[in-house]
């Protein structure tokens, strides 16, 4: 039997009762795996389905955004702290939290291990202050920072209750006079 015969009496196998202007189709099904993934893909949609509509087990949109929403202020505590809150801290414990968030946020890069200021940041040591000299606006600078001075606002990465105590910190710095400290900047600061 030749060749020819051969694939006209596969093709005759194959072949449906189904004609339309004289073309005949064959039955050619899909390979398996393309067929297990389509059967894979509609039980894991009913599953989906139980899991959400059926059975409202899960969250839909809105509520998975308010839970998340949730567990990031608890994580970085981004509550505004009230007026009245915003106080110099002078306990020991507070500072050294302060220098450690100093250090955990690269202050230093502009302002100097010691806040003796560098080619970018001014000196926090001296009396002279850019941004004011109490500790509400050392706060608001490190809160809401100065863009045209290069400052960055700490508000999207820091609590209110961390940058008060940075900000307690960078008041401590006053006076130190350090090694290598930047040039006066800025206003002096009346006592």
Same mark, same amino acid.
């Given at each position: 039997?030749?060749? @020819?015969?051969?694939?006209?009496?596969?093709?005759?196998? !194959?072949?449906?009762?189904?004609?339309? $202007?004289?073309?005949? @189709?064959?039955?050619?099904?899909?390979?398996?795996?393309?067929?297990?993934?389509?059967?894979?893909?509609?039980?894991?949609?009913?599953?989906?389905?139980?899991? %959400?509509?059926?059975?409202?087990?899960? $969250?839909?949109?809105? +509520?998975?955004?308010?839970?998340?929403?949730?567990?990031?202020?608890?994580? %970085?505590?981004?509550?505004?702290?009230?007026?009245?809150? *915003?106080?110099?801290?002078?306990?020991?414990?507070?500072?050294? @939290?302060? !220098?450690?968030? /100093?250090? &955990?946020?690269?202050? %230093?890069?502009?302002?100097?291990?010691?806040?003796?200021?560098?080619?970018?940041?001014?000196?926090?040591?001296? &009396?002279?202050?850019?941004?004011?000299?109490?500790?509400?606006?050392?706060?608001?600078?490190?809160?809401?920072?100065?863009? +045209?001075?290069?400052?960055?606002?700490?508000?999207?990465? *820091?609590? $209110? @209750?961390?940058?008060?105590?940075?900000?307690? /910190?960078?008041?401590?710095?006053?006076?130190?006079?350090?090694?290598?400290?930047?040039? +006066?900047?800025? &206003?002096?600061?009346?006592?």
């Amino acid at each position: 039997m030749s060749q @020819e015969n051969k694939n006209s009496e596969l093709h005759d196998d !194959k072949l449906m009762d189904h004609e339309y $202007d004289g073309i005949k @189709e064959l039955d050619n099904p899909p390979p398996r795996w393309i067929m297990a993934i389509f059967y894979i893909t509609i039980g894991w949609s009913i599953l989906y389905a139980a899991y %959400f509509f059926w059975l409202k087990v899960g $969250d839909d949109q809105d +509520a998975e955004y308010v839970r998340k929403s949730q567990k990031h202020e608890q994580k %970085f505590q981004m509550v505004n702290m009230s007026s009245d809150d *915003l106080v110099l801290l002078t306990d020991a414990e507070a500072i050294d @939290e302060g !220098k450690a968030i /100093y250090g &955990e946020m690269n202050c %230093f890069a502009c302002h100097g291990m010691n806040g003796e200021g560098n080619a970018i940041g001014p000196n926090l040591t001296d &009396e002279y202050s850019i941004s004011g000299c109490d500790f509400k606006s050392v706060f608001n600078i490190i809160k809401n920072g100065n863009p +045209a001075k290069g400052m960055t606002a700490f508000k999207g990465q *820091l609590s $209110d @209750e961390r940058i008060q105590k940075v900000s307690s /910190y960078v008041i401590t710095l006053k006076g130190t006079n350090p090694a290598n400290a930047k040039a +006066a900047q800025g &206003e002096k600061c009346e006592e």
